[in-house]
């Protein structure tokens, strides 16, 4: 019985949870493999549906910010405890400022760690967690990155020479034609400022079609509260009747296949879900191409447009195009499906399987 040790800070609503969890239940339909999900962060909360499998682990203490450096310590102590005492064969580590933690807490252990990035490729984690990742990720045994420039980059710094090129699993949306398609462009993310909401709001309030509703769907984060500030904008520039704050949603799929297109204006991603999502349900995209991500997925022109990033001009243009032309719109969607195949959920778990399990 190989046994697979997945760390991550939770299961709370997110893209890299989302990924986690699909890895995860993947991973328990072979029968030969045993997996324990640790998980490290402060709430260790677990939203998404696990297999029965999944033997969970969690510290049975509560992280007090208060006591950040105290609780830090305690959770590096319960991590290699844990890992010591599940003794597994490999371990995936998800997230830049995790990677770090757990890289730390098995320093010199026995186990090989695999480590993948979530975020912007390169992102500054700040002088500590530079100076960590420049120290710890190359005694991981291999690093997964997200995109090909993710790679270029970690070659670049030479945070680790094992590494392999992975994308995210997109789950399948399928629609069984009982929810009706309406006039709603849909954006979907966290309510922080790279997702630029504030932009997409205003180039729909120009646009100025009244049978269009935009619709975003998104809890705030990092404490910003930015929903307060799109509120007030929406209604400063009188859009409220036709601009929604949906706010943070478990069942997201039935915004997917209500909604006829997908708008997305963030300008820091390493891979979006969400655009694969969008597509898999059958929506044309108009994304900014920002560093990493949407170029992956959408083909310009074919199942969506990639607009230069902060080309408002370009980025109205395009999302009144779709919205106007509705033999432009199926076509598009004809592409969509086919055109993301490969992030096939089976066929991404089965190459991070293989890959962590390429020394055993």
Same mark, same amino acid.
């Given at each position: 019985? @190989?046994?697979?040790?997945?760390?991550?800070?939770?299961?709370?609503?997110?893209?890299?949870? +989302?990924?986690?969890?699909?890895?995860?239940?993947?991973?328990?339909?072979?029968?030969?493999?045993?997996?324990?999900?640790?998980?490290? %962060?402060?709430?260790?909360?677990?939203?998404?549906?696990?297999?029965?499998?999944?033997?969970?682990?969690?510290?049975?203490?509560?992280?007090?910010?208060?006591? +950040?450096?105290?609780?830090?310590?305690?959770?590096?102590?319960?991590?290699?405890?844990?890992?010591?005492?599940?003794?597994?064969?490999?371990?995936?580590?998800?997230?830049?400022?995790?990677?770090?933690?757990?890289? /730390?807490?098995?320093?010199?252990? #026995? =186990?090989?760690?695999?480590?993948? !990035?979530?975020? $912007? &490729?390169? @992102? !500054?984690?700040?002088?500590?967690?530079?100076?960590?990742? +420049?120290?710890?990720?190359?005694?991981?045994?291999?690093?997964?990155?997200?995109?090909?420039?993710?790679?270029?980059?970690?070659?670049?710094?030479?945070?680790?020479?094992?590494?392999?090129?992975?994308?995210? &699993?997109?789950?399948?949306?399928?629609?069984?034609?009982?929810?009706?398609? @309406?006039?709603?462009?849909?954006?979907?993310?966290?309510?922080?400022?790279?997702?630029?909401?504030?932009?997409?709001?205003?180039?729909?309030?120009?646009?100025?079609?009244?049978?269009?509703?935009?619709?975003?769907?998104?809890?705030?984060?990092?404490?910003?509260?930015?929903?307060?500030?799109? $509120?007030? /904008?929406?209604?400063?520039?009188?859009?409220?009747?036709?601009?929604?704050?949906? %706010? #943070? $949603?478990?069942?997201?799929?039935?915004?997917?296949?209500?909604?006829?297109?997908?708008?997305?204006?963030?300008?820091?991603?390493?891979? &979006?879900?969400? *655009?694969?999502?969008?597509?898999?349900?059958?929506? &044309?995209?108009?994304?900014?191409?920002?560093?990493?991500?949407?170029?992956?997925?959408?083909? !310009?022109?074919?199942?969506?447009? /990639?607009?230069?990033?902060?080309?408002?001009?370009?980025?109205?243009?395009?999302?009144?195009?779709?919205?106007?032309? +509705?033999? /432009?719109?199926?076509?598009?969607?004809?592409?969509?499906?086919?055109?993301?195949?490969?992030?096939?959920?089976?066929?991404?778990?089965?190459?991070? =399987?293989?890959? *962590?399990?390429?020394?055993?």
């Amino acid at each position: 019985m @190989k046994k697979v040790c997945l760390i991550i800070h939770s299961l709370c609503i997110g893209g890299m949870e +989302r990924v986690m969890t699909l890895i995860a239940n993947n991973f328990t339909e072979r029968e030969d493999t045993e997996v324990h999900l640790v998980l490290i %962060g402060r709430k260790r909360e677990i939203v998404y549906e696990i297999s029965d499998r999944i033997i969970v682990h969690k510290p049975c203490f509560e992280f007090n910010n208060a006591w +950040r450096t105290i609780n830090t310590f305690r959770t590096i102590f319960f991590l290699r405890s844990k890992v010591i005492e599940i003794s597994p064969d490999t371990v995936l580590s998800f997230g830049e400022e995790w990677n770090n933690l757990v890289l /730390l807490s098995l320093f010199r252990t #026995e =186990y090989s760690v695999f480590i993948a !990035d979530r975020s $912007q &490729p390169g @992102k !500054d984690l700040g002088r500590l967690n530079n100076y960590l990742r +420049r120290k710890l990720y190359p005694t991981a045994v291999g690093y997964i990155a997200q995109t090909k420039r993710a790679k270029n980059i970690c070659l670049k710094n030479e945070w680790n020479n094992n590494v392999q090129v992975i994308g995210n &699993p997109i789950r399948e949306i399928k629609s069984n034609g009982q929810i009706e398609k @309406k006039n709603i462009i849909l954006s979907v993310g966290r309510l922080i400022k790279t997702k630029n909401f504030d932009q997409l709001i205003c180039m729909f309030s120009e646009i100025n079609n009244g049978d269009w509703k935009l619709i975003i769907v998104g809890g705030d984060a990092k404490k910003m509260k930015l929903s307060v500030d799109l $509120q007030r /904008l929406i209604n400063e520039i009188g859009v409220e009747h036709s601009v929604i704050l949906a %706010g #943070e $949603q478990e069942n997201i799929d039935r915004y997917y296949k209500k909604s006829k297109i997908f708008a997305f204006t963030s300008s820091s991603e390493g891979f &979006p879900n969400v *655009i694969g999502e969008a597509l898999s349900a059958g929506l &044309p995209v108009v994304s900014y191409d920002c560093t990493a991500g949407p170029s992956e997925m959408i083909e !310009d022109g074919k199942n969506g447009f /990639l607009i230069p990033e902060f080309n408002q001009t370009k980025f109205k243009k395009k999302l009144s195009q779709l919205m106007l032309d +509705r033999k /432009l719109r199926k076509n598009m969607s004809k592409g969509t499906k086919s055109s993301i195949y490969r992030f096939n959920t089976n066929i991404i778990a089965n190459k991070f =399987y293989s890959f *962590i399990n390429e020394d055993g």
